[in-house]
């Protein structure tokens, strides 16, 4: 057996969770959550195996959060991706966003657009956030797209019509939850799944290798017989 975890989607909770057992503010937990971004991306961008890494950053549910906390969420991502743009361009890695972003402010929205454009030519790791994201919305995106289009409908056209065309090979969520909050579900039909207690800001790049060294113990049957 040797899977390739070619695709790695990641569900990223427990944030809050973090920093309220400190006694500290949500937003800490978030604060530091962004750091593991960086070092989770940064370790799979050095992993030859790995050729996509898809985080949940926010989805078309947590709009309905506490004001205050969707704002710093909004700020800590402008923040992130200014700051972050030379850790892209390091580690060749393209910056490809997924999700309504039209839901953003304008100038959240420019951001975007900069460090995507900025990192086109990253032939590494290509590292989606999921921003404004949605499965079933991804979906219904997709389908008001081909309905345009009088295309006859298959499997590869509603494929190349969503924002993510590529399959999910090890799905993780952290943070304790065993479910997929609207998270890649059209990808995920075949992704191998891994949850962990571990709070994201707890997560490291020691745990995520030994899941990576679970999976490849798995037996993908996809369907047929081994
Ligand atoms: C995940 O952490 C990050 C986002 C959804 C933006 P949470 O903020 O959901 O943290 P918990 O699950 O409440 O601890
Ligand atoms: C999923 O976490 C969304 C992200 C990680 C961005 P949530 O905390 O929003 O999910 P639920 O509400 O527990 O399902
Ligand atoms: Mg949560």
Not at 25 to 42: A, M, P
Not at 59 to 79: A, D, G
Not at 172 to 199: K, V
Request: proline residues 3%; aromatic residues 10%.
């Amino acid at each position: 057996m040797n899977n390739n975890p070619s695709h790695i989607a990641i569900i990223m909770d427990g944030n809050g969770r973090w920093a309220e057992i400190q006694g500290n503010n949500r937003t800490y937990g978030h604060e530091k959550g962004s750091e593991v971004v960086r070092s989770i991306t940064t370790y799979c961008a050095k992993n030859p195996e790995i050729n996509r890494l898809t985080l949940y950053a926010f989805s078309t549910e947590n709009w309905k959060r506490p004001k205050l906390e969707v704002e710093f969420l909004m700020k800590l991502l402008q923040k992130y991706l200014k700051k972050e743009l030379p850790t892209y361009l390091k580690g060749n890695i393209r910056f490809q966003p997924i999700g309504d972003l039209s839901g953003f402010s304008a100038s959240l929205q420019k951001t975007i657009v900069e460090v995507q454009e900025a990192t086109r030519h990253c032939t590494g790791l290509t590292q989606s956030l999921a921003l404004n994201y949605g499965g079933r919305d991804e979906i219904i995106r997709a389908a008001v797209t081909l309905q345009a289009s009088n295309t006859p409908i298959s499997h590869d056209l509603i494929t190349s019509a969503l924002d993510c065309d590529c399959d999910v090979d090890l799905l993780i969520r952290t943070g304790g939850d065993h479910r997929l909050s609207n998270f890649m579900l059209w990808q995920s039909a075949y992704a191998e799944l891994f949850f962990t207690d571990t709070l994201w800001p707890q997560f490291t790049t020691e745990e995520l290798e030994k899941i990576i060294h679970k999976f490849k113990q798995v037996e993908r049957r996809f369907g047929g017989l081994h």
